[in-house]
């Protein structure tokens, strides 16, 4: 007699995905309420076969959650982060097919947890850090918030996740264009939100500890973008746009992205999802 082991009864261990590869995508949804009534929202996500899913900029309220839980019914397992500071505004969420080890909001600092900005998943051998980083704001009354505290406390949560040994995956939108290619035009937009000397070079800042923009290590010269204004169509028919949304991992993790995309022909918000496909 042959003993045959039936896969049934092995316990996949917690945070565990099957199969070769992993699709993770994010998406600044810009306000899930409207975005889930436009046409190209669900169908995306029921065409493209994601393990994990992450939205920024939700603008949910906690007890909106459960109606939109109920959508994205392939994702049992779900983590929202909402906003207390405000109604209407940020949120972030991490959908996933798979239970993760663990799950912590924020960034452990009370001072920047108020905004519903960070979830951060575990799983078997890497982090998922879903995040809608700060908007300058308008007269760029946030700059200093940004890049002088969130975003070196933000430095430090990353590296300490770092520490603990495993991959860390760090998506959303950064609110930031990094090199005048993220961006159609850079001339006479250096004082706006993202695009100020300050953010760009914080972003530099935050990548030379040791990680990597997926999106332009494997497409050094591709211009193409994640955002595109609203208020004016004919920008997206002339790929005048900016690349906001980004997909960061720690450098030795690199060698397990197998590719990184931006949907730019997936509609429902101003913004068009991210994607990372990487090795199990």
């Known amino acids: ?29 810009n306000g899930i309420r409207a975005c889930s009534k436009k046409s190209g929202f669900l169908e995306f996500i029921a065409r493209e076969d994601i393990d ?13 959650v459960p109606e939109f839980k109920k959508l994205f019914q392939q994702f049992p397992f779900q983590y929202w982060n909402c906003s207390l500071a405000r109604k209407g505004y940020s949120g972030v969420s991490l959908l996933s097919k798979v239970e993760p080890i663990s799950v ?61 040994g495993k991959g860390v995956i760090w998506v959303g939108d950064l609110n930031v264009v990094h090199q005048e290619m993220d961006i159609y035009n850079i001339k006479g ?17 935050t990548l030379a500890g040791g990680w990597k923009d997926t999106f332009r290590e494997l497409y050094p010269e591709a211009k193409k973008y994640s955002w595109f204004s609203a208020l004016n169509a004919s920008r997206r028919e002339k790929n005048e746009g900016w690349r906001l ?33 990487f090795s199990n």
Not at 52 to 61: S, Y
Not at 190 to 196: H, I, P, S
Not at 252 to 268: A, C, E, Q, Y
């Open 1 to 29: 007699g042959k003993l045959v082991v039936s896969e049934g009864n092995l316990e996949k261990p917690l945070g565990c995905f099957a199969g070769d590869k992993i699709r993770l995508a994010s998406w600044n949804v």
């Open 52 to 64: 994990i899913l992450c939205f920024n900029e939700t603008k949910l309220q906690e007890q909106m």
């Open 104 to 164: 912590r909001t924020g960034i452990g600092k009370k001072d920047h947890d108020q905004e519903g900005r960070v979830v951060t998943a575990e799983f078997n051998s890497f982090f998922v850090v879903s995040t809608y980083i700060p908007n300058a704001g308008q007269k760029l009354k946030r700059l200093d918030y940004r890049v002088k505290e969130w975003d070196l406390e933000f430095r430090a949560y990353l590296n300490s996740l770092y520490s603990e």
């Open 189 to 205: 937009k250096e004082k706006n939100a993202g695009v100020t000397p300050q953010e760009r070079q914080s972003f530099s800042e």
């Open 245 to 277: 949304d980004y997909i960061v991992v720690n450098e030795n993790f690199m060698p397990k992205v197998l590719d990184s995309l931006i949907h730019d022909t997936v509609m429902g918000s101003d913004h068009h999802p991210v994607e990372l496909v």
